[in-house]
C-alpha cells in the first residue's frame, strides 16, 4: 500500500517527538497520564511530563493540546510547554505559525520552546519565528539546537 503525503506526514512527525519524549525521559522525568498532571506537579517533588496536554482556550474559543508540558521542581516550577513542527515538504504549514505563536503569547499557560525541523518550511518563516521571541515563547530551535540547549541544562 502506498503512502499518502498525510501519512508519511504524521510519521516522520511522530519520529521528531520521539526524539523528543527519548531526550525528556533521558533528563530524568517521568512519565505522568495528562488527567493526572496538574495534581502531580503540585504533590511530587520531581520531573513529571505529560503529551497532548489541554492548556486552554485559543484565540478562537477552541481547546488548544499542546505536544508536552513539562515540570521540574528547580528549573521549570511554573512549567514548560515544548511543541513540535516538522515540515518535510513543502506545504502550507508556514501559515500556522502566526496562529501558533499568537496562541503561545497570549493564551499558554507556561513558558514555551518550538522545535521547528524537517527543512519543509520556508527559510523566512523561521527567521519570523525566531523574530517573535518574547512573553512566553522563550526558543526556537531545530533539533540540533535543542539537543544542544538540553546538554546545557535546558531541560
Wanted: glycine share 8%; charged share 20%.
Amino acid at each position: 500500500m502506498e503512502k499518502t503525503g498525510g501519512t508519511i506526514a504524521n510519521a516522520t512527525g511522530k519520529a521528531q517527538e520521539n526524539f523528543i519524549e527519548n531526550r525528556i525521559i533521558s533528563e530524568g522525568y517521568v512519565f505522568v497520564d495528562k488527567a493526572k498532571f496538574l495534581a502531580a506537579t503540585s504533590t511530587l517533588d520531581q520531573p513529571v511530563y505529560t503529551k497532548q496536554a489541554f492548556v486552554g482556550q485559543s484565540i478562537f474559543g477552541t481547546e488548544m493540546y499542546c505536544d508536552f508540558h513539562l515540570f521540574h521542581p528547580e528549573k521549570h516550577p511554573d512549567g514548560l510547554i515544548i511543541e513540535s513542527k516538522w515540515q518535510q515538504s513543502v506545504g502550507s504549514v508556514d501559515e500556522k505559525y502566526p496562529y501558533l505563536v499568537l496562541n503561545i503569547k497570549t493564551k499558554y499557560p507556561a513558558k514555551t520552546i518550538i522545535i521547528l525541523d524537517g527543512r519543509g518550511y520556508k527559510p523566512k518563516a523561521k527567521i519570523w519565528l525566531r523574530s517573535q521571541i518574547g512573553n512566553n515563547l522563550i526558543a526556537v530551535f531545530d533539533m540540533s539546537e535543542f539537543q544542544v540547549w538540553a546538554n546545557k541544562g535546558g531541560l
